[in-house]
């Protein structure tokens, strides 16, 4: 079975995360609010590729404070092969700039903490909120 690592950014701002939503029912879920994520680049330090990925998307700077979790589920990707993936869970502090919206996206905005279970999230957001004490 092919094998995907992503790297799964928190990217916190005061008591709001920066989340993405997508179009409703976007491959590979139907839920429609996610976190932000990029594949590994191997031989890259993790950290230095989400900081580059959440530039390049979002216009955002952010300094990675820890890495706290790491979660592994099977699922069909984008291009209909069923794979596991891998996900290396990354908290980020907000440093600057102003979130601008990624193409193939609904909107991008900064969500209260206390509004998450409001939303529909995809299952490698919800465990990653659940793992922060965001969620129950």
Same mark, same amino acid.
């Given at each position: 079975?092919? =094998? ?12 709001? $995360? ?30 230095? =590729? ?11 700077? $952010? ?54 279970? =409001? ?18």
């Amino acid at each position: 079975m092919l =094998t995907k690592i992503l790297i799964i950014g928190n990217i916190l701002k005061e008591s709001s $995360v920066l989340m993405r939503k997508k179009f409703a029912g976007s491959e590979p879920y139907r839920e429609t609010w996610y976190s932000f994520g990029v594949e590994l680049v191997p031989g890259e330090d993790p950290r230095e =590729t989400f900081k580059k990925y959440i530039k390049g998307l979002a216009g955002v700077d $952010v300094s990675p404070a820890r890495n706290f979790y790491w979660d592994m589920e099977t699922k069909k990707d984008h291009d209909g092969i069923e794979k596991q993936f891998i996900y290396l869970d990354l908290e980020c502090e907000y440093v600057s700039g102003e979130p601008a919206l990624p193409e193939g996206h609904e909107q991008i905005e900064w969500i209260p903490i206390e509004n998450l279970s =409001t939303l529909d999230v995809v299952p490698p957001s919800v465990i990653m909120f659940k793992k922060l004490g965001y969620l129950k």
